[in-house]
């Protein structure tokens, strides 16, 4: 069992003193306002990504932590805003101060080598083993005003490969964003002279309106109500497992659609649908609890009103919203399947660049707060379309890129999953979704697996499960 021994080993690592690194040469001093999405509440949070790499022999002799920490420094000079520091204006407006200090950079060595996390190309998952040792808190980076926006490290491993840690403050930049980012300092660092998509700023498209109009109901933002009853229970009583979703997997849900919904409804409406439905009757709610599937969507290149500016190309802040299906838990249960993949796939469609507009209004007239989600709401983060593993620092794609924690909040685990992309012991490509329940709730997810599995050739439910796993490095355990 690879993946469990991965997830329970420890190893040694030594870190040299983190330092800044500044943009390569001069940049404009000035003062730039965030947007009115990118400066609300919820966002106001450091975001830890992680990247693994194995050995490649025409990098022999060459240091990863000098080849990034060179392509870091350059790729700053475009991207000037994220060496600044973070300010606090009149109504909590938030804005950089391009001061040209620099990001935080380490550089460490550890005694571990890359088949020792398990798996191979696209088989690892979070968590990880020692992850505050491979993303280490430098003391005094961790404000949100006033520190670092972006803090880097490179562990160069025993076996010739790295581990490139990441933790970025989410008000500066989306998962689009910041691949953006990353994809510059890797084209540097395999030699280009520029990157090839140019860095654009223009926050202010998505500033809110004066007056601020929303016109939509946004009830992302709305105060949700306590659940009629305890639904998930302590955190010390839930179990984390990841669920995968192949090809066999997708074509049986779609096979339960009506023929309209499967020529229509996405790979994301038909699992997110699925899961949200599969979840609510595991956790077996009061049939009247109001119910909610949050999803972000990404706005860039969405339908706009004739003459709106829209969000232009290269922009690299956060250009994305959650928008909401709900239902009462028992009219998800109770109705079939195309009830919750319809109602998934017709909140996303409402995002386009009105409909962000209309949300930066919203966030305006309610102070940016942040409206805590109560057990009722579930929400699932797409990271599959970001390409995190395509980043070639020119040791090849990683072995894993994306998320380094498998739920969205240490302190909510139960709320946030991510689609990740992820390989099973098959071979096949898919999604990996790690989930976060009590164990009654996880044993009847368990029963659902099962459901579906007896008309897919590929999954067999039960413990062990090629579609269903304790939360390790691998999904299947053999």
């Not at 009149?90 to 060595?109: I, P």
């Not at 809110?208 to 933002?221: G, I, N, Q, T, Y």
């Not at 940016?368 to 579930?378: H, L």
Request: proline residues 8%; positive net charge; aromatic residues 8%.
């Amino acid at each position: 069992m690879a993946g469990l021994k991965a997830a329970l080993m420890r190893f040694a690592v030594r870190r040299r003193a983190a330092s800044l690194v500044p943009p390569a040469s001069l940049t404009p001093r000035e003062l730039k306002r965030l947007s009115d999405i990118d400066d609300h509440d919820r966002l106001r949070v450091h975001v830890p990504i992680i990247q693994f790499y194995g050995r490649k022999e025409s990098m022999r002799g060459k240091d990863p932590a000098l080849v990034i920490r060179g392509a870091l420094a350059k790729a700053l000079v475009d991207y000037y805003p994220l060496a600044g520091r973070l300010r606090e204006l009149q109504g909590r407006k938030l804005a950089v101060d391009c001061t040209g200090e620099g990001v935080l950079f380490t550089e460490a060595d550890a005694d571990v080598r890359l088949d020792q996390f398990g798996g191979g190309q696209g088989q690892l998952l979070p968590p990880f083993p020692c992850l505050p040792e491979l993303i280490f808190d430098v003391q005094g980076s961790s404000a949100i005003l006033d520190s670092p926006l972006l803090l880097f490290q490179v562990t160069r491993l025993a076996c010739g490969g790295f581990i490139l840690g990441l933790r970025l403050n989410h008000t500066m930049v989306d998962g689009q964003g910041v691949v953006q980012f990353l994809g510059a300092v890797a084209e540097l660092a395999r030699g280009a002279q520029a990157p090839t998509v140019r860095p654009v700023w223009r926050r202010e498209v998505l500033e809110a309106r004066d007056p601020p109009r929303p016109r939509f109901p946004h009830h992302e933002l709305d105060e949700t109500p306590d659940a009629k009853g305890a639904i998930i229970g302590t955190l010390d009583k839930t179990v984390q497992r990841c669920i995968f979703f192949g090809p066999h997997e997708v074509a049986a849900i779609r096979a339960q659609l009506p023929a309209h919904l499967q020529k229509s409804a996405t790979r994301f409406d038909v699992v997110v649908g699925w899961l949200w439905k599969c979840r609510t009757v595991a956790l077996a709610p009061d049939p009247n609890e109001e119910m909610r599937m949050m999803f972000p969507v990404d706005a860039r290149g969405r339908a706009q009103a004739v003459g709106a500016v829209g969000i232009p190309v290269g922009y690299y802040g956060n250009a994305f919203t959650t928008p909401v299906a709900i239902s009462t838990a028992g009219e998800l249960c109770s109705n079939p399947l195309s009830y919750a993949v319809e109602l998934v796939k017709k909140a996303k469609q409402e995002v386009d660049f009105e409909y962000m507009q209309s949300t930066a209004d919203l966030m305006v007239l309610r102070g940016r707060r942040f409206v805590m989600p109560s057990e009722t709401a579930f929400g699932v983060s797409d990271v599959t379309k970001a390409k995190f593993a395509d980043l070639d620092f020119g040791w090849g794609r990683a072995v894993y890129g994306g998320p380094a924690e498998g739920v969205g909040s240490p302190m909510l685990p139960w709320f946030v999953s991510f689609l990740l992309p992820f390989k099973n012991a098959n071979g096949d490509d898919g999604i990996a979704v790690p989930m976060s329940l009590p164990q009654a709730a996880m044993d009847r997810i368990v029963v659902e697996i099962a459901k579906l599995s007896t008309t897919s050739t590929s999954a067999r439910c039960g413990s062990p499960s090629p579609g269903l796993s304790p939360v390790t490095n691998k999904l299947a355990l053999n």
